[in-house]
Each structure stands twice: as C-alpha cells, then as structure tokens.
C-alpha cells in the first residue's frame, strides 16, 4: 500500500537475535525464566510502596514510577521476542514497527529524564538537608513527574521526523528482533547519512549530556560527603552508589546504540537485548536490595499476605 512519503514496503521481516536454533531456544529459556521472576518483582515494589503509609518520601514516590516505567519498557520488546524465538518467520506491519518505536522512545526518555529528577532529589537531600522538605513537597514531586511525560513524547516526535518522511521501497529485513531507529533508517530507499546524523544529535547527544550531568552531580554529592559523620557518609555513599549502577545500566548501552549508528557491531543485538530487556528489569530491583527500608516493608506485606492465606 503506497503512502505519500513513498513508502511501499507495508512489513518488515526481523532477522531476529541469532539463526543458531540451538541458540534461540537458550535465550529463550534465559529470558524466559528471568521475564517470569523479575517482571513480577517490579509490580511487587509497586504494591509495596504503595501500601506502606511509611514510604512517602520522595524517593520512594520516584522509585514506585521507575519500577513502572521499567516494567512497562520491557514489556514493549520481550513479549514478541519470546513469540518470534518459536516462529520461523519473524515478521512486524509497517505500523507495528512505527507503533513499537513510540513507545521504545517515549518510554526511554521518560525513563531517562526520571533518573535525572530522582539525581536532582537525592543532591537536595543530602546537599541541603534543611531546606529539603520545602523543596521537594509533594507539588513539586508531581511536577516533576509530570515533565517527564511530555520530555518523553517530545522525544519521540523528533524521532518520528526522522522517520515517516523516509521513503521505504526495497529491502525490508530488519537486521534485529525489535524495530529501532538506527536498523530502519538504513532501509530507506535514499541516502540516510544526514538522517543518522540527526538521530546522533537527537538520541545519541541526549544520552551522552544526560550521563554526564548525571556522574557530575554524584561526583559533587561524594565531595560534599566528605566532611560529615561516618554513618550519614556510609548511607549516602551506598545509595549513590547504588544509583550511579543504575545510571551505568540504563546510558552505557544506549550511547553505545545511538552514537555508533553508521557501523554495525558483532555486540550490537547483545547490548541491544540487555538494553531492552534485562537491565530495564533489573533497575528497580538494584535500588530495592541496596533500600533497607523497601526491604523490610516487602518482608512485611508477603508475611501479612502469607498469614491472612493460612488463617
């Protein structure tokens, strides 16, 4: 079905992960077992912090929304993945793909730009403690959150420039097993250079300025620790700590995705997969082990679930 960008091409074939079947039907047990524990793990932290009155801070308000956040983005590539492993023919619609890419970048961006503001509030906390509560008040937490939203969308309409103008009419086997923007501009039927070239500045710059201005505002943190007591150091330090992992997971491999896009690499699916699919899980679950506070409240409600069970 033409379209008026002259785009022909109304599906695309994914080459998918590898073509070892014996491959596959690994990964697919992998991903499989670790979608089915930590999936459910991520709406655990939810319902946790959602019923425990003593988790109101700010932290937990933003962890509870990251857990979604994470939950809700694997949810856009691993189900069809797993799908696609036992089909022979892996094949996505035009808008199917279109469709996939909008919420990969809304929801990456979002995600994104929530790890900017969960940054913002723990340089508060631990910078300038007095004045935290007057700061963050819940107003200001939902506003925050909220930016986040449109930061997401206007992210993903830069991307949709990009694309739907392109004009697709000849090869149409996606060298992945998701839809993602540096593997469906090189099918365009014209010369993508200076389109690779806008998504460098797009996703690729974003990312980077946003790692960056992430580790500068830990490494200031971790300085201004340095004069305090030895127990308010050990806890700041072990939840930056924590949280500059997270910021490893999430940036390191998007920048290596979206600022190398006019060269394929042996490791491109492989950092792909855990992108996508493992670390977006393990996010939440990292800040909740290293959180003694969300810890002990989730022994709480599975031991309260577990009695009123066997009463």
């Known amino acids: 079905m033409e379209r008026e960008n002259s785009t022909v ?57 990251l857990a979604f956040l994470d939950a809700s983005y694997s949810f856009i590539v691993a189900p069809r993945m797993l799908v696609d492993f036992l089909s022979k023919k892996k094949i996505i619609s ?39 509560s007057t700061v963050m008040n819940p107003r200001v937490c939902y506003a925050l959150l909220l930016a986040v939203w449109p930061g997401g969308f206007t992210h993903y309409i830069v991307q949709a420039a990009l694309i739907l103008h392109l004009p697709f009419c000849g090869p149409n086997q996606l060298d992945n097993f998701f839809c993602d923007v540096p593997q469906v501009i090189k099918l365009a039927c014209t010369d993508s250079f200076v389109v690779e070239l806008l998504m460098v500045s797009n996703s690729g710059l974003l990312t980077l300025l946003c790692f960056l201005g992430l580790l500068a505002s830990y490494a200031v943190i971790l300085c201004h620790m340095k004069g305090h ?44 997969l855990f992108h996508t699919v493992i670390f977006p899980l393990m996010n939440p679950v990292i800040y909740t082990f290293c959180n003694q506070e969300v810890k002990a409240s989730m022994r709480r409600l599975l031991s309260h679930h577990m009695f009123c069970r066997i009463k």
């Open 94 to 132: 035009y808008r199917g793909c279109i469709t996939q890419l909008f919420f990969l970048h809304f929801l990456g961006a979002g995600e994104m730009f929530l790890l900017v503001v969960m940054a913002f509030n723990r340089y508060v906390a631990i910078c300038h403690p007095l004045h935290y």
């Open 229 to 272: 007591s030895s127990k308010g150091k050990n806890k700041a330090v072990s939840t930056c700590t924590t949280h500059i992992i997270i910021v490893f997971l999430m940036f390191g491999p998007a920048i290596f995705i979206y600022t190398c896009p006019f060269r394929a690499f042996p490791a491109d699916k492989v950092v792909s």
């Open 9 to 65: 091409v109304s599906e695309f074939i994914l080459l998918g992960l590898t073509q070892s079947q014996h491959a596959q039907l690994l990964v697919f047990m992998l991903v499989l077992v670790f979608y089915l524990i930590i999936f459910p793990g991520n709406f655990l932290i939810i319902l946790t912090i959602r019923s425990d009155p003593g988790l109101t801070a700010p932290l937990y308000f933003f962890l509870g929304n």
